[in-house]
């Protein structure tokens, strides 16, 4: 079955980049996200790549796909304590357009050290 | 005024009460989704509709029932819930079709 995998928990210093790593199982997936979960709060779509993309760079994020390998990742420059959060990868796993039905990771906690 | 608002934001029940969740979307959407998220679990889709309509129901129990009286609002209803029951339950919307998916702040529930 679809399954995202994630690591649980990534500690940086404020500044440094944080790099966040997703592998995902379906290769017809249209789409993969990165949503932000801030305590308390509901998931903010921080970003997403459309699968025949191997990169986009928004600002201080950048993402990268390998379709082959199907890992995506996440990278963060210059890290900065409102980045810490939780980070979910997600994907639309039968490539049917219908986005709502996503797959997501566990999360990866982002602990963002001054 | 955010995009998806849900209310109430904490809720806490008794096993043999019944509560209603409710959401709203300000975005024009036309899809309407229910997440479950649960401690050390990845968030599971429970329903969704589009254009009011039901399109999908994963396997949840019937003592979830959703209610889609029009393409900007949502409810889920709750009777004689089970303490596992207790997470926190997240409204999104899109436009149906390759649109990513906008959440409300969730309600926290509580089943005693």
């Known amino acids: 079955g679809e399954d995202v995998e994630q690591s649980l928990f990534l500690s940086v210093r404020e500044g440094d980049s944080s790099v966040i790593n997703c592998t995902y199982t379906?290769?017809?997936?249209?789409?993969l996200y990165w949503y932000k979960q801030e305590p308390g709060a509901g998931l903010q779509l921080l970003t997403y790549?459309?699968?025949?993309?191997d990169m986009k760079q928004d600002q201080r994020l950048t993402v990268l796909l390998n379709k082959k390998d199907k890992h995506l990742s996440l990278r963060i420059a210059d890290t900065q304590t409102g980045d810490s959060a939780i980070y979910f990868c997600?994907?639309?796993?039968?490539?049917?357009?219908?986005?709502?039905?996503?797959?997501f990771g566990q999360g990866t906690t982002l602990q963002v050290k001054p | 005024e955010t995009g998806v608002t849900q209310t109430p934001r904490h809720l806490v029940m008794g096993m043999t009460n019944k509560k209603s969740l409710k959401c709203e979307q300000h975005?024009?959407?036309?899809?309407m989704y229910w997440y479950k998220q649960s401690a050390k679990k990845p968030l599971e889709l429970m329903f969704v509709y589009n254009f009011k309509e039901q399109t999908e129901n994963n396997s949840v129990p019937s003592r979830f029932s959703p209610e889609c009286p029009n393409s900007s609002h949502l409810f889920l209803h709750l009777h004689t819930l089970q303490p596992e029951d207790s997470a926190l339950y997240l409204c999104?919307?899109?436009?149906?079709?390759?649109?990513?998916?906008?959440f409300g702040n969730g309600t926290r529930l509580t089943v005693t």
């Open positions: 790549i459309f699968s025949n993309m």
């Open positions: 975005l024009g959407h036309n899809a």
């Open positions: 999104a919307s899109s436009q149906e079709g390759d649109s990513p998916l906008h």
């Open positions: 379906d290769s017809s997936s249209t789409y």
């Open positions: 997600a994907e639309s796993p039968d490539g049917s357009g219908n986005t709502g039905k996503l797959i």
